[in-house]
């Protein structure tokens, strides 16, 4: 059984704090999580959730993921930066030109996002949160089609980038120069199977298609593996 996209989780200083920026924002509902974190469920096709979790390791470095939220207009992209603005948000200046389109903002942690301009082709299909956006190889993206079985939907100059059959997000690999990577990147996925899943067989499916062994299993279930990128993840136990 193939696991799927659970979550995206978030580190941050300030949980609550962080995940009500992201409630405000997106409008999500915040739920009960297992896990000790926060978490928001999407109110859209979105298709994962957002976990947020505690650490005390300082933000260095830019994040290797980031969102890419779409508008429907010049008026719509104004209003959807001002109201990130208005939760807490700023501009942040990651070498963007007057010439660009699209406004590139941090969130109260500094998490980067990006509000997009109208009439993005790349993400005509999508819904506001358009893409996730991942400073990586086209290996890894190979890598990521075959984990979560979703297409391949776009390959080209080492670009490549994937979406569920089921629509959401696109998730989309930048390829070559890869950025500076921190110890351990803010952003991770967590992976879940289906009630009844064999959580070791698919560890095994996805060493086999690549990634490496990060942490095995303690009181918490999980398996921490890395893609061949290094990014780790999660592989949660069944439920």
Request: one cysteine or more; hydrophobic letters at 40%; aromatic letters at 8%.
């Amino acid at each position: 059984m193939t696991s799927h996209l659970h979550a995206l989780c978030i580190d941050a200083h300030d949980p609550v704090g962080l995940s009500g920026f992201w409630e405000g924002f997106l409008g999500w509902e915040q739920v009960d999580d297992p896990d000790d974190g926060i978490v928001l469920l999407p109110g859209d096709d979105t298709g994962f959730r957002l976990r947020f979790l505690p650490t005390d390791e300082p933000k260095s470095v830019q994040n290797p993921m980031h969102f890419d939220l779409t508008s429907t207009s010049l008026d719509d992209q104004q209003a959807v930066v001002a109201k990130a603005l208005d939760l807490g948000a700023r501009h942040i200046d990651i070498g963007q030109t007057p010439d660009d389109g699209h406004f590139v903002l941090a969130d109260p942690e500094g998490n980067e996002f990006c509000v997009i301009e109208p009439g993005n082709a790349f993400l005509a299909e999508c819904g506001f949160i358009g893409a996730l956006a991942c400073d990586g190889s086209q290996a890894v993206g190979y890598f990521w089609s075959r984990a979560l079985g979703w297409p391949l939907v776009w390959d080209q100059d080492q670009e490549t980038a994937v979406r569920s059959p089921h629509g959401g997000p696109k998730v989309t690999w930048g390829g070559p120069p890869l950025m500076e990577r921190a110890a351990r990147d803010r952003l991770r996925f967590d992976l879940a199977l289906p009630a009844g899943g064999d959580q070791q067989a698919e560890v095994d499916r996805l060493l086999a298609l690549g990634a490496t062994r990060v942490e095995t299993p303690g009181d918490n279930g999980w398996v921490v593996l890395a893609d061949p990128d290094g990014q780790e993840f999660r592989v949660l136990s069944p439920r």
